[in-house]
Antibody, heavy 120, light 107 residues
Framework: QVQLQESGPGLVKPSETLSLTCTVSGDSISAYYWSWIRQPPGKGLEWIGNMYYSGSTNYNPSLKSRVTMSLDTSKSQISLRLSSVTAADTAVYYC??????????????WGQGTLVTVSS | DIQMTQSPSSLSASVGDRVTITCRASQSINRYLNWYQQKPGKAPKLLIYAASSLESGVPSRFSGSGYGTDFTLTISSLQPEDFATFYCQQSYSNPRTFGQGTKVEIK
């Protein structure tokens, strides 16, 4: 069974860099794209971007200048870095697998999410 | 970016009711439309993909339809465990975008 687990600091200071890691078990990290998605408290879902094991990335243009994703196949981990954070970046951050069926992509497996608060 | 608009934003319904949620895309997305259910404090769960295909393990009371710009999610007979927020999401192009959500509450 595929499982995803996010980890990282729950509190980040304004202007600093948010860093999170998603550890995948039960599946090969090399077979799929992997996405980061966030949800501010009480609000909707925003796709941050995704990454393939080859190094190919797709970032949301609204965050592209501040986002970096990386992948460590030996540890089955996907990482997210978001720089110059503000209070508007306070959210629950999820990692998710980009599943595919005949070319139709879905987020079929999700981590439980981790709340990151930006505050001094 | 493709904008996804859901209606209604919230609704109150009783157990056993038939519930329909609509989702409209700002441009044609073929059948690249997914539906998710989210309960408080939990990650979203995939219900429907490719507009009308039921994800494995999802009860058959959930169904999806639509093509192009207009889509619907239907719950044929609402059960107590179905009270949650539902999101549509397009996978036609990047950036992937979600609707704003529809909260289904108990009447």
């Amino acid at each position: 069974q595929v499982q995803l687990q996010e980890s990282g600091p729950g509190l980040v200071k304004p202007s600093e860099t948010l860093s999170l890691t998603c550890t995948v078990s039960g599946d090969s990290i090399s077979a799929y794209y992997w996405s980061w998605i966030r949800q501010p408290p009480g609000k909707g879902l925003e796709w941050i971007g995704n990454m393939y094991y080859s190094g190919s990335t797709n970032y949301n243009p609204s965050l592209k200048s501040r986002v970096t994703m990386s992948l460590d196949t030996s540890k089955s981990q996907i990482s997210l870095r978001l720089s110059s954070v503000t209070a508007a970046d306070t959210a629950v951050y999820y990692c998710a697998r980009d599943g595919s069926w005949r070319g139709y992509y879905t987020f079929d497996y999700w981590g439980q999410g981790t709340l990151v608060t930006v505050s001094s | 970016d493709i904008q996804m608009t859901q209606s209604p934003s919230s609704l109150s319904a009783s157990v056993g009711d038939r519930v329909t949620i609509t989702c409209r895309a700002s441009q044609s997305i073929n059948r690249y439309l997914n539906w998710y259910q989210q309960k408080p404090g939990k990650a979203p769960k995939l219900l429907i993909y490719a507009a009308s295909s039921l994800e494995s393990g999802v009860p058959s009371r959930f169904s999806g339809s639509g093509y192009g710009t207009d889509f619907t999610l239907t719950i044929s007979s609402l059960q107590p465990e179905d009270f949650a927020t539902f999101y549509c999401q397009q996978s036609y192009s990047n950036p992937r975008t979600f609707g704003q959500g529809t909260k289904v509450e108990i009447k």
